[in-house]
C-alpha cells in the first residue's frame, strides 16, 4: 500500500497564531517544531518524497481566516492531529467576541466545545447567540444558543459548554453541525488610565476609559462607482451609506467623492485635500474612508509609487481606511496603504451581506473619543525598546488599547505613567489610579497567571513588527523587522505570515523524548568536522566575531574596524558576569570569575587582583614582604537557551543537570541544540538553531603549575552570530550589531600608535574613546593578533560600566519561559 496525504481545512480567527500542532502516529506522539517558512517547507517536501509521515502548517494565500493542515499519512498508519492556537481578542463594539468555526463534515459522536473565562473586572455582558453562518444577520441579543449552559463560578468568571448530541446534530443537517459557535462579553469599565498587568518582568496595559464624549468629526468617503460595481453591489453600498449618514452626529461633516476609472491615487489625493482647505480645529478628529473593488488600471498604477505619493501628500496623518470589496481588490496595496497612513482594511465578501459588512466596519469607528494618544511610561524600570506601541492616532467608542512592555524588577508593585491625548473639550490626561493587578482568586490556575503576561508581549510585539515591515520604504529597516518577528516567533513557537510548523517522524523506531537529552546518531566527528568547514574553523583561525580566554582577555570583531578592539575588566574571585543575554532568542551566557595566586620573596609591590591579570601598584610596602601575584580567569560558563541549560567546567559539564565528562569525542542533543566535543576534548561547540554557534575551550594545567598556583580555566567564544537578534548585550553580546570606526591614528612615544574610536550603532549614544594598538595572545591558535587596546575596564567602550554587568545573585538559574494570554479564553 502506497503513503497518501490527507488535508485538513482548520479554519482559525484571523489574528490567531498557531502555537502547537502534534501528531499521534500509532500512539506515539511528535510535537512539532517552529521553523522558518521555506526551512519547513523544504523540510516537509523531504519526509514527503520518501514516504514519512510528515504535517506542515502554512497559511493560505489570500485567506487569512484559515490555515491548511497537511499530512502525508504513511502506509497501515492511524494518524491524530491535535492544534492549539492562541489568539489576543480585541473589544470591538463595546464587546470582545470568542469564534469557534465548528464544520466537521458529518455527524460527531461526541461534539463538544468548552470555554473559559476568566478576567480581572466583573463581567457586565455575557451573550451566546445561536450558531450562525458566514452570512450577517440582524438579530435580537436575547436570542441565545439553546445548546450551551453558562455557568458563573464568580462575577469574573464563566465557564460555557456546548455539548449537542447527534440527534440535535441531524436535525440541523444530515451533514451535522456547520457555522460559527460565538461567545460575546465585556467587563466593567472606569473613566481611568486603564488596567495593568504585571506578572513576572512583562507587563500589559489595557486602556479603554468609559464616559468620554464623542469628537466632532471631519469624513471623506471615497467610493468607486466604476463599472465593475454596478448591479448588486453598487445597491448594497448605497443602502450601507444611507444608514452610515443618517448616524452621523449633528457636530460630523463629510464629503462623499466619486471614482469611476480605478485613478486611485487621484482620488486618495483629492480627498486629503479637501483636508487641506478646510478649518479643522484641535478638537476635531478627520479621516477617510476608501472603498474600491479594483486595482490601480488608471493613472499612475505602480502601486509603489502610489504609496509614495500619498505619503508625501498625507503631511498631516488623516488615517485612510480601505475597504477592499469583493476578490477582485488589490487586498494586498489597500493593507500597505492603510497600514502606512494609521489606518486598517477590512475585506467585504460579495454576499448577500455586504451592506451589514460595510455598517458593521463603520460602527466600529463611528464615534471617536480621543486623538493623538501617546502613553508616557516614566519608571526608569520599563524596557524601553521593549514596548509595542505607544502612539495611537485614535480611540474609538467601544474598542480598547493595549500597550505591552517588560520591565527590570520582578518584584515590581506599580507603575507610573502618563497618556496624553486630545478630547471633544480640549487636551486630556490619565495617570495611574489603584490598577495594578498582580493577584487573582483561586479560580484561576497559577501556571497560566504566571505565563499569562509574557505571551502576550511577544504576541503583540510580532503583530507591531509586522505591521512595521508592512509600513516600511527602507529594505533595510524590513529585512531586519522580518529576522526579529521571524526570530520571536520561532523562540515562543508561533505560526505568523513568516513561519511554519514542521512535525516529521523519524526515519528510525525509536521516538524522541522532546523533555530528555539523548545521544546524537550522527557520527561525533562527522559533525565536528563539518562545522570545521565553516564558521568553527574562522574561530580556530582567530577570526571569531568576539571572545574572552587567557586570563582573561575580551577581543572584539566589529562592523567598520578592520583591526580588533579589545580589553579586560577589573574581577574578583566568584564574580559572575553577564557575556551575552538575547530576550529574543532566549540565549544567555554568563561566566565566573576564579583566581589564581601565585607568591615570591622579592622586595615589591603589593597587588591588586584583575580580571586580564595585570597588576596595579598599591605603593611599596616593604622590601622582605612576598609578593601576591593575583591573575583571574573563566573558572566556570553557564549557557542556556532554546530550554537546554548547559553548565561548564574544566572538570566536567551538563546538559539540563545530567553530567558528561570531558570524553575525547562525543556529540549530545538537546532539543534543537547540538552539542559537539572536538576529537581532543580540549573544545566544546554548541550549535543553536538558526545560525548561532558558541566554542567553549578547555585549559588545563600540569602538576606542576597546579602545585605554583595556578588553576585550569576556559575559554569562551562567538563563533557564529548570525541568529543574534539586534537587542543582544552582555559584556561580549553588545558588540554584535556595533559599528566602531576609526577616526584619527597617530604615532605617541616608544613607537606606539594611539586611535581615536568612534562607537555607533545599537547603543543609547555614540561615543569616541581612545585606544592603542598592541597585541593578545588567541590561544586557540596560539597565535597574537593585533588589538586596539582600550583601557581603564573598557570605558566608553562598553555601555555603562563594568561593574553594570556582574550579576549580584550568584545562585543564578536561568529557565525558558512560556506563556498565556491574558483574554484567556480555553476551549
Known amino acids: 500500500m502506497d503513503a497518501r496525504e490527507t488535508t485538513f481545512d482548520v479554519t482559525l480567527p484571523d489574528a490567531a497564531f498557531i502555537s502547537n500542532f502534534t501528531l499521534e502516529i500509532d500512539g506515539q506522539l511528535y510535537p512539532g517544531q517552529v521553523q522558518e517558512k521555506e526551512a519547513a517547507r523544504q523540510k516537509y517536501e523531504k519526509a514527503r518524497q ?268 488623516i488615517p485612510i481606511f480601505s475597504l477592499s470589496f469583493g476578490e477582485d481588490a488589490d487586498y494586498h496595496f489597500l493593507r500597505k496603504m492603510s497600514a502606512q497612513n494609521n489606518a486598517f482594511v477590512r475585506k467585504i465578501y460579495e454576499a448577500s451581506d455586504a451592506s451589514l459588512q460595510l455598517t458593521g466596519f463603520y460602527k466600529e469607528i463611528a464615534a471617536t473619543l480621543m486623538a493623538n494618544l501617546t502613553f508616557h511610561y516614566l519608571d526608569d524600570r520599563v524596557i524601553e525598546n521593549s514596548i509595542t506601541n505607544v502612539i495611537y492616532p485614535s480611540y474609538f467608542e467601544g474598542s480598547e488599547l493595549v500597550i505591552s512592555g517588560q520591565v527590570t524588577d520582578n518584584s515590581i508593585n506599580s507603575l507610573d505613567y502618563l497618556i496624553k491625548g486630545v478630547g471633544s473639550d480640549g487636551p486630556l490626561e490619565f495617570k495611574p ?54 526570530q520571536l516567533a520561532i523562540k515562543y513557537n508561533f505560526v505568523t505570515p513568516l513561519t511554519s510548523m514542521i512535525v516529521t517522524k523519524p526515519e528510525e523506531d525509536k521516538v524522541v523524548d522532546p523533555n530528555e537529552d539523548y545521544e546524537m546518531n550522527d557520527s561525533p566527528h562527522s559533525v565536528w568536522d563539518n562545522a570545521l568547514t565553516g564558521s568553527l574553523g574562522l574561530a580556530l583561525a582567530g577570526r571569531a566575531p568576539s571572545y574572552v580566554d587567557s586570563d582573561p582577555h575580551f577581543i572584539i570583531r566589529v562592523k567598520g574596524l578592520e583591526t580588533s578592539v579589545c580589553f579586560d575588566v577589573m574581577g574578583t574571585d566568584g564574580d559572575v558576569f553577564n557575556l551575552v543575554r538575547d530576550e529574543i532568542s532566549g540565549i544567555v551566557v554568563d561566566a565566573t570569575v576564579a583566581a589564581a595566586t601565585t607568591r615570591q620573596r622579592r622586595g615589591a609591590n603589593h597587588m591588586q587582583p584583575r580580571i586580564d ?70 573544545m566544546i561547540a554548541i550549535m543553536f538553531p538558526h545560525r548561532i554557534t558558541l566554542l567553549v575551550v578547555r585549559h588545563m594545567r600540569s602538576k606542576s603549575q597546579l602545585r605554583m598556583g595556578k588553576i585550569h580555566f576556559l575559554g569562551f567564544y562567538i563563533v557564529d552570530d548570525r541568529g543574534f537578534s539586534w537587542h543582544t548585550h552582555g559584556l561580549l553580546g553588545q558588540f554584535i550589531y556595533r559599528r566602531i570606526s576609526l577616526i584619527k591614528r597617530k604615532n605617541i612615544r616608544g613607537g606606539k600608535i594611539r586611535g581615536k574610536l568612534k562607537v555607533e550603532g545599537n547603543t543609547r549614544k555614540s561615543r569616541k574613546v581612545v585606544a592603542t594598538l598592541g597585541k593578545r595572545l588567541n590561544l586557540a591558535t596560539n597565535q597574537h593578533v593585533s588589538c586596539w587596546m582600550v583601557q581603564k575596564n573598557g570605558k566608553r567602550l562598553l555601555d555603562g560600566n563594568y561593574s553594570d554587568y556582574i550579576i549580584r545573585s550568584k545562585n543564578v538559574t536561568i529557565s525558558p519561559r512560556k506563556f498565556k494570554r491574558r483574554r484567556h479564553v480555553v476551549h
Open 613 to 682: 591579570g595585570a597588576s596595579v601598584d598599591q605603593g611599596n610596602q616593604s622590601n622582605n614582604e612576598t609578593e601576591v601575584k593575583v591573575k583571574t580567569y573563566l573558572g566556570s560558563v553557564l549557557i542556556s537557551g532554546s530550554r537546554t541549560m548547559l553548565e561548564i567546567t574544566p572538570q566536567q559539564w551538563k546538559i539540563n543537570g545530567r553530567v558528561y565528562k570531558w570524553k575525547a569525542s562525543q556529540a549530545v542533543s538537546s532539543y534543537k541544540t547540538k552539542i559537539v566535543t572536538d576529537g581532543t576534548g580540549k
Open 433 to 486: 489610579s489603584n490598577n495594578i493587578v498582580q493577584k487573582v482568586g483561586a479560580e484561576v490556575v497559577p501556571s497560566n497567571f504566571s505565563e499569562v503576561t509574557e505571551k502576550i508581549w511577544a504576541y503583540m510585539s510580532i503583530k507591531h513588527m509586522l505591521i512595521e515591515r508592512l509600513k516600511t520604504h527602507n529594505q533595510t529597516a524590513k529585512n531586519l523587522l522580518t529576522e526579529k518577528a521571524t
Open 50 to 317: 520518501k514516504g514519512h509521515t510528515a504535517g506542515h502548517i502554512g497559511t493560505r494565500p489570500r485567506d487569512t481566516n484559515r490555515f491548511l493542515v497537511s499530512i502525508h499519512v504513511a502506509a497501515l498508519s492511524e494518524v491524530t492531529f491535535t492544534l492549539h492556537y492562541n489568539e489576543l481578542l480585541q473589544r470591538r463594539r463595546g464587546t470582545y467576541e470568542h469564534t469557534i468555526y465548528i464544520n466537521p463534515g458529518q455527524v460527531v459522536n461526541n461534539l463538544l466545545v468548552e470555554v473559559t473565562i476568566q478576567e480581572f473586572k466583573p463581567i457586565t455582558h455575557l451573550h451566546v447567540p445561536p450558531l450562525r453562518k458566514d452570512i450577517l444577520y440582524n438579530f435580537q441579543n436575547n436570542i441565545w444558543n439553546t445548546y450551551a449552559i453558562v455557568q458563573r463560578p464568580s462575577s469574573t468568571s464563566a465557564y460555557i459548554r456546548y455539548n449537542p448530541s447527534v440527534a440535535d446534530q441531524q436535525r440541523a443537517s444530515l451533514q451535522g453541525l456547520s457555522g460559527l459557535f460565538i461567545v460575546e462579553y465585556d467587563i466593567d469599565r472606569n473613566k481611568d488610565g486603564g488596567e495593568i498587568l504585571i506578572v513576572n518582568g512583562y507587563f500589559v496595559h489595557y486602556f479603554s476609559p468609559s464616559g468620554l464624549q464623542r469628537m466632532p468629526r471631519q469624513i471623506v468617503f471615497i467610493l468607486d462607482s466604476s463599472g465593475s460595481m454596478t448591479g448588486t453591489k453598487i445597491d448594497q453600498l448605497k443602502s450601507a451609506m444611507k444608514e452610515i449618514l443618517s448616524n452621523l452626529n449633528p457636530d460630523d461633516s463629510f464629503n462623499i467623492l466619486q471614482f469611476a476609472d480605478t485613478n486611485i491615487e487621484a482620488a486618495i489625493i483629492e480627498g486629503l485635500r479637501i483636508f487641506q482647505k478646510s478649518n479643522t480645529t484641535r478638537t476635531s478628529s478627520s479621516l477617510i474612508i476608501f472603498l474600491t473593488d479594483g486595482e490601480p488600471t488608471e493613472g499612475e498604477t505602480d502601486t509603489s509609487k502610489i504609496l509614495g505619493n500619498i505619503d508625501k501628500e498625507n503631511g498631516a496623518s
